[in-house]
């Protein structure tokens, strides 16, 4: 019961959205349905169970069929091509049409024998007229245009709509009103009103196509000038149907009102001539019942007559109305004659009442009788021939004389021919044919004892009004007809007066609605483009949307519940994404499509979604497989009683995170079994990732250091000295760098590399940490740099590492324009030390004697052994060689104490050679060299001296 209750409910919204469908599904069944009646009652030779269908021809009744036809298969498969197959079929038979009309010749479409059983089809049976083939050619050319789906080809089928419309209300009026009674050009136009119907109910399955088609929706403007064409159009068909009405009436009443008269008219003729007859009759009988009539007939049935005697006494009873008087023998040979008998009558009719009587026309009216007189012996005849003088003074009197007098006709009939009196001598009267015509005599009803009037075409195809009397049980008949033309000219000119004045008054009403309704719909319209400015806006941004989106109202049963959705829009996305087109999802409900789409849950989503009124947002897999999964994200908002849907594939995505979460396990069990510390920092300067040697090396798991800050981490005295680097790598330039670090409070020396993280577009999100505990490796190395640079009994450099720091400082102070001295020194008596007392006690000395150099001299001064007793200190940044001799001076100084070698005290003493160089463009060789000779010159001075020599 609720789904025939909610199917029901639909129905209002279906029919309206589904208007030019149905619109033209009824046009294209009318016209089936017309035109194979038509069809059906010229084929079978049938009058139509619709009136007036039979006035439609052959070919009219076979265009408006096919064109349904062409309607209907249109309806179904829009894009096909046998509906134009079909419209150029109606296109062919109009253009013949219209060249038969134009040229005269027949060529073979009129079908005039299947017609020729309704004779009012004459004088050409079966052509289509010019106005109806017009209508049915513009009705084919609209057919070619569609579908209309260009503005240009909109306007041609609407043009190609219009004029079929306009013939069917011109042709259907002209049928209405009789137009062609008022204007000559109304025949050109009147058309058979099933016709009109046709063409009509064609025009409005084109137009139905036409808007079918169309996907524009009417802007504001448009509404407000539909709104007041409209109201335009109501207040012409209100005005114009008043007045066809109006019309209507008065010529009704006016055609009544003359009918009762031209009846009445035609009631007193046959009535008069009636009495006529009965006056003559009675005349004829006396002379006939006359004893000397009788006598003569006596002795003409027995062959005895005397024409002497008989025509003296036919000449006495010959001083009445007579013509003349005759008696005749059985074989019908006149024996006696008085007065004339009209020999070659104009017209003459036999009387069914009395026998032998016989109607005579010759310019005026007479009348004939014969009387049979029977003996043993024979028969004889009188024959009495006498003038209607009083009918011939009323025929006279009622001659036609003016527009509106109308024809009066007496006529009588034989088995083939229908014998019709004039009213003029110069007419000589008709005789026509009674096979076919009958349906044309406004007489013929009275032949069989009828009295009335009637509104036909008459035999010369007038459209009269006549009245039509017997004439007692004569046989003849009276009739009175006047053409309807005449009958409304007078209402004609009136009909014009009130056209004129009525279009006026339209005119007038149509400003007047203008002024009055132009500010509301001004506001209307204002309102309107408001509104789609905001639909347009919604449009655009639906289409442009890479979501799938969608509008549902709910449809609700009986108890209110909501038992289904019906989908109201999707754009574009939706289309290719779900694989529907747009005209096949609208309107269609949602448990279908929800189905063909496989979209789990959703309908009790979009249901909770409409009775809550919350928006749901969930990703839920649409199909998931091995080799396909596939996910889809979904907003359901309330709308209405509706919901929006935006669909949206994140199937990418989400097979984008599982690939990142695989490449982020993978790379965390790289990273955690990398023996160095790896971490990442973002802008902030905070942890966003460390792997587990922090663990190793801090003792603190990786997920209490996320989200701690540098500093906080790493304390202030550290994260001051790393600020730098940290700085660099923000800025998107590498850096590294080596340093000891407390952890744990032990001091460790490590190797570090901040990355930078730098996208495409060259912002830095952050920076990768790479931290190696190189403290072993470093204490490694130092001790064999110490080993390859240092001297192993004092700790000083030896003589290579020096020569190397030489030539470095030789070219910095070059560059840099300043003067160094190189002091070459040895050990006074050293050799006797090692002589007297032994190596050991030379060793000593000699590391005695390294440490009294290296505390006498600047950290920034350089003292190397290069090898015995033999020493050098290189004195860096000199501003003046006198910097140098203080310093070899104080070196004397130091040296001179006392020195306690193997228990016994000896005294210590060096000579010193000084090099000084103030712009040192020299190599460490030849320095040393020169040092050197200032050495023994120094020993040659008696030792304990130093000499100087300036190089440069």
């Known amino acids: 019961m609720q789904n025939n209750y909610s199917v029901m409910s639909q129905y209002p919204s279906r029919l309206f959205r589904g208007r030019y469908t149905l619109l033209t599904g009824l046009a294209s069944l009318v016209l089936l349905a017309l035109g194979c009646d038509v069809l059906a009652g010229w084929l079978w030779r049938v009058e139509s169970a619709v009136p007036e269908n039979i006035h439609m021809v052959i070919s009219t009744a076979a265009c408006l069929a096919l064109y349904g036809t062409a309607l209907a298969i249109a309806l179904w498969r829009p894009r096909g091509q046998a509906h134009r197959l079909l419209a150029i079929v109606v296109i062919g038979i109009t253009c013949l049409v219209l060249l038969e009309h134009a040229t005269g010749q027949s060529t073979g479409i009129d079908f005039p024998a299947l017609h020729a059983w309704r004779h009012d089809m004459l004088p050409k049976p079966g052509r289509m007229a010019a106005m109806t083939a017009t209508a049915l050619l513009a009705l084919g050319v609209g057919m070619l245009w569609l579908p209309a789906i260009t503005p240009t080809r909109t306007r041609i089928v609407q043009i190609c709509a219009a004029v079929p419309l306009l013939c069917g209300l011109l042709g259907g009026i002209a049928y209405l009103v009789d137009l062609e009674l008022l204007y000559s050009w109304g025949a050109a136009v009147r058309m058979a009103l099933s016709t009109a119907v046709g063409l009509l109910t064609a025009s409005a399955g084109l137009y139905g196509l036409a808007a079918r088609d169309q996907s524009r929706r009417l802007r504001s403007k448009d509404m407000a000038n539909s709104v007041f064409a409209t109201a335009c159009i109501l207040l012409i068909v209100i005005a114009g149907t008043t007045g066809l009405l109006i019309y209507r009436l008065a010529s009704h009443a006016h055609e009544q009102s003359l009918q009762t008269v031209m009846s009445y008219s035609a009631r007193q003729r046959a009535a008069l001539l009636s009495a006529q007859f009965d006056i003559s009759n009675d005349t004829a009988r006396q002379l006939y019942q006359h004893p000397a009539m009788q006598s003569l007939l006596e002795a003409a049935s027995h062959g005895q007559l005397k024409q002497a005697d008989a025509a003296a006494v036919l000449s006495m009873q010959n001083n009445r109305s007579f013509n003349g008087i005759a008696i005749q023998d059985r074989a019908g040979r006149t024996l006696v004659q008085v007065g004339y008998f009209v020999n070659r009558p104009l017209q003459a009719v036999a009387l069914r009442s009395p026998p032998g ?141 009130g056209l004129f004045v009525m279009s006026i008054v339209i005119a007038l009403g149509a400003l007047l609605l203008r002024w009055r309704t132009y500010p509301l719909l001004r506001e209307v319209q204002q309102s309107n483009l408001m509104a789609e400015l ?73 249901r909770r979604v409409v009775e809550n009124g919350q928006a749901v947002s969930e990703e839920i897999p649409m199909a998931f497989n091995i080799d396909h999964p596939s996910w889809m994200h979904h907003e359901i908002v309330k709308a209405g009683d509706g919901v929006s849907v935006s669909v949206r594939d994140i199937t990418q995505r989400k097979l984008a995170e599982l690939d990142l979460a695989l490449r982020e396990a993978l790379l965390k069990t790289v990273t955690d079994s990398i023996p160095a510390l790896v971490a990442f920092i973002d802008r902030e300067e905070r942890y966003r990732y460390c792997n587990k040697s922090y663990m190793r090396l801090f003792g603190i798991r990786p997920e209490q250091i996320i989200g701690v800050h540098m500093r906080d981490f790493l304390g202030d005295e550290t994260y001051q000295q790393l600020r730098l680097e940290v700085e660099k790598a923000l800025s998107g330039q590498p850096s590294s760098f080596e340093r000891d670090m407390s952890v744990r409070g032990e001091n460790r020396y490590v190797e570090g590399r901040y990355i930078p993280q730098q996208h495409a577009d060259g912002s830095v999100s952050g920076f990768y940490v790479m931290i190696w505990d190189i403290t072993q490796s470093r204490a490694r190395e130092l001790e064999l740099r110490n080993k390859v640079t240092l001297d192993g009994m004092t700790g000083l450099l030896n003589r290579s590492a020096f020569m190397e720091m030489l030539d470095d400082e030789i070219k910095h102070h070059y560059v840099k324009r300043l003067a160094v001295a190189l002091l070459f020194l040895d050990i006074d008596h050293f050799k006797q030390v090692n002589d007297t007392l032994g190596h050991a006690a030379g060793d000593e000395l000699i590391q005695e004697f390294a440490r009294r150099l290296r505390s006498q001299v600047r950290a920034t001064d350089h003292v190397a052994r290069l090898g015995g007793d033999e020493f050098v200190i290189l004195l860096a940044g000199l501003e003046s060689e006198r910097t140098a001799i203080g310093v070899a001076e104080k070196l004397l100084e130091a040296v001179s104490h006392d020195v306690e070698l193997a228990g016994q005290r000896r005294k210590l003493s060096t000579s010193i050679g ?19 000779e200032a050495l023994y010159q120094a020993k040659a001075a008696g030792r304990n001296t130093y000499r100087l020599h300036r190089v440069g």
């Open 357 to 497: 009587a016989i109607l005579l026309w010759d310019g005026s009216y007479s009348y004939r009788t014969t009387h049979v007189y029977r003996t043993s012996a024979g028969s004889a005849r009188l024959l009495l021939e006498q003038r209607l003088d009083m009918f011939n003074r009323i025929v006279q009197d009622t001659a036609p004389h003016d527009g509106l007098s109308g024809i009066y006709s007496l006529c009588g009939h034989d088995e083939r021919y229908l014998h019709c009196f004039s009213q003029s001598p110069q007419d000589k009267g008709s005789t026509i044919p009674l096979a076919g015509n009958i349906h044309h005599f406004t007489v013929w009803p009275a032949f069989s004892g009828q009295r009335g009037t009637m509104h036909t075409i008459d035999y010369s195809h007038r459209n009269v009004i006549g009245a039509y009397e017997p004439v007692s049980d004569t046989g003849l008949a009276f009739s009175y007809k006047i053409e309807v033309g005449k009958l409304l000219a007078p209402i004609r000119r009136d009909l014009e007066v």
């Open 534 to 606: 905001a639909a347009e806006r919604f449009r655009n941004a639906a289409e442009a949307n890479m979501d799938a989106f969608a509008i549902m109202e709910a449809l609700r049963g009986g108890d209110g519940r909501i038992e289904d959705f019906r989908v109201v829009y999707i754009n574009a996305e939706a289309e290719r994404m779900w694989q529907i087109s747009r005209r096949e999802a609208i309107g269609s409900q949602f448990r279908q499509l929800g189905i063909a789409l496989q979209i789990p849950d959703f309908f009790d989503s979009c």
């Open 914 to 932: 000084v090099a000084y160089a103030a712009m040192p463009d020299i190599t460490p060789e030849r320095l040393l060299q020169i040092a050197d």
